[in-house]
């Protein structure tokens, strides 16, 4: 996993519109390893999560993104990153611009309406745990994560 940090691609990030937070090009050794930008979708774990809710959206799944957020355990990257596209949902819910999420799911995030505020809070709390203390923290820090901090406090736009 360490060497997943020196592969990561990186790219400027627009905000708030998180969903453009990706490279314009992929080394052959970043989707090998299941990434492929910086942006809460740009990963193997958020996109298979991402899919998963949209087949059965609700505020619940969302919640249950954040449980490993919760946990005195360590934050494993794949726990980190399906709980930065849930809190992605919530933001993108919060300010109705699902145009932000990928296209597969928003209509099933449409329905969902706005987020309850209790929602909105776990997802600030989430964010700061995989910032903080989590190995996807870890492994950013390793290259330049600044633009993968860009992404995260863009997310954070929507969670006020």
């Not at 492929?36 to 809710?53: C, R, S, T």
């Not at 059965?56 to 930065?84: C, G, K, M, N």
Request: proline share 6%; with cysteine.
């Amino acid at each position: 996993m360490i060497g997943l940090a020196l592969c990561l691609l990186t790219a400027p990030v627009a905000a708030p519109n998180f969903s453009l937070a990706t490279a314009s090009s992929v080394s052959a050794s970043a989707v090998l390893l299941g990434t492929w930008g910086v942006g809460p979708f740009d990963n193997d774990a958020a996109a298979d999560w991402y899919a998963q809710f949209a087949e059965a959206p609700s505020w619940q799944e969302i919640h249950r993104a954040f449980e490993a957020t919760t946990r005195p355990a360590y934050l494993e990257a794949d726990e980190a990153s399906i709980a930065v596209a849930a809190a992605a949902v919530v933001s993108a819910a919060q300010l109705g611009q699902l145009e932000a999420l990928p296209p597969e799911g928003r209509s099933a995030a449409a329905g969902l309406g706005k987020p309850p505020a209790a929602l909105l809070r776990e997802a600030k709390a989430a964010l700061s745990r995989v910032q903080n203390d989590s190995e996807l923290a870890e492994l950013w820090a390793e290259d330049d994560a600044s633009p993968w901090l860009a992404s995260l406090n863009s997310i954070r736009t929507g969670l006020k």
